[in-house]
């Protein structure tokens, strides 16, 4: 059943009001008609199953069917902080965390980062990212939109990171693979997990420093050297195995 995301204004007691660039979407490529069956998520954490029952020029009317609780999402909480790569793979990177259950994307500039982007590009680029990052919760049928945030300096990144329960830091330097092993099996019952990754040139000796003063814990991936849109992927499909229900 197909999966769209609407905001609460859009709920009338026992109705939404679908509207928007899903209704292109669901008249014109999709082609439902009256009676077919959606799943509407919504940012109350309740998914609501609906039946569509009226077609206007620029709005569809849905009758709700049956409300339940979010039934795809992860109960942790999962920020990717991902050090900026060159060309497009961000934008690889963003479909494939989103499929594999994170919950926001942090794009970080770190001292080995190649990519420069003055403040108008960066803002496109963002934009850009989260409606990537829509298409991709579609597809998955994600119960909710992930976040691309603001491109933030390291320095931010590690500050915000300290804050949640664990923050993993893959480090080409680390060994010691049943420590790392141990420690991502430490995610299970965490309510909140921070995974920072470096980009093309790796961390800089300083920054490793400083994210491992902030709590910060290093660890390996293997004996092989991971490209930066491979390391979080990694992490994360381990970590969803761990932690789905």
Known sequence: MHRFFI??????????????????????????????????????????????????EDSIRAKILDIHGMETELKTELVLYQGLPKGDKMEWIIQKAVELGVSRIVPVRMKRCVVKLD????????????????????????????????????????????????????????????????????????????????????FDEEEVARVREAGGRIMTLGKRILRTETAGMAVLSILMFLLEE
């Not at 026992?14 to 669901?26: A, K, P, T």
């Not at 923050?167 to 092993?181: C, D, F, H, I, Q």
């Open 119 to 202: 403040d108008k590009k960066a803002e496109k680029k963002v934009k850009r990212w989260n409606a990537i990052a829509l298409s991709a919760a579609k597809q998955a049928r994600r119960g909710r939109i992930p976040q691309v945030s603001d491109i933030v300096s390291y320095d931010a990144a590690v500050q915000e990171a300290s804050d949640l329960d664990m923050l993993l830091v893959p480090y080409e330097e680390a060994r010691g693979m049943e420590e790392s092993r141990k420690l991502l099996r430490e995610g299970r019952g965490k309510k909140s997990i921070g995974i920072m990754i470096g980009p093309e040139g790796g």
């Open 7 to 56: 905001k609460k204004d859009q709920i009338d007691r026992d109705e939404i009001l679908i509207c928007g660039g899903d209704v292109n979407h669901i008249k014109n490529v999709l082609r439902m008609k009256k009676g077919d069956r959606v799943f509407l998520s919504c940012e109350n954490d309740l998914e609501y199953e609906c039946s569509l029952e009226a077609f206007s």
